[in-house]
């Protein structure tokens, strides 16, 4: 993208262990649970007006008329906390 590369202060590996834990944890079994019939997979590590159009065919295949609802879920240095003011821009 290039901008700076930013760190942040609790980027460690022990960290990085627990927000992974917590993930498979906590998120991925409710994904398991709700599975493609509530929930789509979008691919963010493609160009970010691929992502955009990607999650606007998700909200449309769900939501008739399409509805402007969405939920990031995703391991943890996914960029949801980054990406996400961007893609509901």
Known sequence: TGEALYQR???TAEAL???LAG???????????YGPSVCA????NQPLANVSQ???????AFYRPARNVLM????PGAGKGTQA????A
């Open 9 to 11: 202060g609790d980027d």
């Open 17 to 19: 262990k627990k927000r």
């Open 23 to 33: 993930y498979h944890g906590d998120t991925v079994p409710i994904l398991n649970h």
């Open 41 to 44: 997979k979008v691919d963010g």
């Open 54 to 60: 990607d999650v606007g065919t998700a909200l449309a």
């Open 72 to 75: 990031l879920f995703g391991p």
């Open 85 to 88: 003011e961007i893609i509901v």
